[in-house]
T-cell receptor
Framework: DAGVIQSPRHEVTEMGQEVTLRCKPI?????LFWYRQTMMRGLELLIYFNNNVPIDDSGMPEDRFSAKMPNASFSTLKIQPSEPRDSAVYFC???????????FGPGTRLTVT | GEDVEQSLFLSVREGDSSVINCTYT??????LYWYKQEPGAGLQLLTYIFSNMDMKQDQRLTVLLNKKDKHLSLRIADTQTGDSAIYFC?????????????FGKGTKLSVKP
């Protein structure tokens, strides 16, 4: 199995631009999680989906952030417009429903200048 | 609210034992976890313990849980340079496996030869 796939691995963009991060979960997994990791705040859960339905988006920092999961094999996290304080590593993770083990992707390192 | 606290750094010599400590706040946590993050990679589940257990051993890893003090520790015996990584303590909330994990900020373990 290829594991959780994230793209791009690195993204550098200018303030005000739209950024789209992509995630392909492990085939057969039906829970998907988006996290953000920074030195200051550590690892924060942004949103998670069960069976493609958003369950808890209370961690999404503000309306500039949105996430979708149009099908079981694909999810996006969009930031529009991006700001320098959004610079972080964004992780996607997936798991089987009711499993305690989340499988993390390699992350997308986002730099907003 | 829920919070998980860890010390940020630990340095040991190769061959020594490492002990990484963690405190958590949610007394209803069903599962507690240790994840490992190697440089440039996502988190990987290392081990976990159910809240009705006091100890769990898995090869070089020993997890100790003190529910009364809400204290969790991870002991790595015979620490090797390959164990150098960031170790995250995490607790599950709201009945656990289906949703939210609260992570600590991570303890960076440095192993000196």
């Amino acid at each position: 199995d290829a594991g959780v796939i994230q793209s791009p691995r690195h993204e550098v963009t200018e303030m005000g631009q739209e950024v789209t991060l992509r995630c392909k979960p492990i085939s057969g997994h039906n829970s998907l999680f988006w996290y953000r990791q920074t030195m200051m705040r550590g690892l924060e859960l942004l949103i998670y989906f069960n069976n493609n339905v958003p369950i808890d988006d209370s961690g999404m920092p503000e309306d500039r952030f949105s996430a979708k999961m149009p099908n079981a094999s694909f999810s996006t996290l969009k930031i529009q417009p991006s700001e320098p304080r959004d610079s972080a590593v964004y992780f996607c993770a997936s798991s089987l429903l009711r499993s305690f083990e989340q499988y993390f992707g390699p992350g997308t390192r986002l730099t907003v200048t | 609210g829920e919070d998980v606290e860890q010390s940020l750094f630990l340095s040991v010599r190769e061959g020594d034992s490492s002990v990484i400590n963690c405190t958590y706040t949610d007394s209803s946590s069903t599962y507690l976890y240790w994840y490992k993050q190697e440089p440039g990679a996502g988190l990987q589940l290392l081990t976990y313990i159910f809240s009705n257990m006091d100890m769990k051993q898995d090869q070089r890893l020993t997890v100790l849980l003190n529910k009364k003090d809400k204290h969790l520790s991870l002991r790595i015996a015979d620490t090797q340079t390959g164990d150098s990584a960031i170790y995250f303590c995490a607790e599950s909330i709201r009945g656990g496996s289906q949703g939210n994990l609260i992570f600590g900020k991570g303890t960076k373990l440095s192993v000196k030869p």
